[in-house]
């Protein structure tokens, strides 16, 4: 026997071996979505002011209203970010126009139109708006980013946030995270 296939023979498995290993090792798992550790009806969100950041996490609901235009019915998904450490003032709400009248909210992204100024002129832009409460209470209104959706179903809402508000007088706010919101009750109106 040849010694250099008797070397092929015993060094094959080796090297397919190393191979296999070399190509298991650059697939990378698929990413666990942010929403995957929250539950039902919550939200876990990043927030920066003028460079200073804070997490906020609490409940998070969701609905869906009616919105007659001149002839055109369509309507309007409402996401609504309740604050639990303040008291008064609404939180985060967001607004996202659908077409049609009996339809959920999709999967995709939905982002403002940042020519409108991040006031729904139109109704192919999503609206948001920020009421943070506190000594300083100020508004904030979308100025730029986006919310995806990644799942939706009648009783649950999953998706992400990356959005820029700004007050109007030179400050903006971040709201970054993810969320996995549930029906607003009949008996909590906001």
């Given at each position: 026997?040849?010694?250099?296939?008797?070397?092929?023979?015993?060094?094959?498995?080796?090297?397919?071996?190393?191979?296999?290993?070399?190509?298991?090792?650059?697939?990378?798992?698929?990413?666990?979505?942010?929403?995957?550790?929250?539950?039902?009806?919550?939200?876990?969100?990043?927030?920066?002011?003028?460079?200073?950041s804070n997490k906020i996490n609490g409940p998070v609901y969701f609905e869906y209203s009616d919105k007659?235009?001149?002839?055109?019915?369509?309507?309007?998904?409402?996401?609504h970010f309740v604050n639990p450490l303040i008291a008064e003032g609404p939180g985060f709400g967001f607004l996202i126009p659908i077409s049609g009248t009996d339809e959920m909210i999709e999967q995709g992204e939905y982002s403002v139109d940042e020519q409108s100024g991040g006031v729904m002129k139109r109704f192919d832009t999503v609206f948001g708006y920020a009421d943070l409460g506190g000594k300083t209470s100020a508004l904030y209104f979308s100025e730029s980013g986006s919310i995806s959706i990644s799942g939706c179903t009648p009783r649950e809402v999953l998706g992400e946030i990356d959005m820029v508000l700004h007050d109007g007088i030179g400050g903006s706010l971040r709201v970054t995270g993810a969320f996995k919101a549930r029906p607003l009750p009949s008996n909590i109106s906001m």
């Open positions: 026997m040849n010694k250099d296939s008797k070397w092929f023979r015993l060094a094959w498995p080796f090297v397919l071996g190393v191979a296999l290993v070399m190509a298991i090792a650059y697939i990378a798992p698929d990413p666990v979505p942010k929403t995957a550790e929250l539950a039902t009806g919550k939200y876990d969100l990043e927030t920066a002011i003028d460079g200073q007659q235009d001149n002839s055109m019915e369509s309507r309007i998904f409402k996401l």
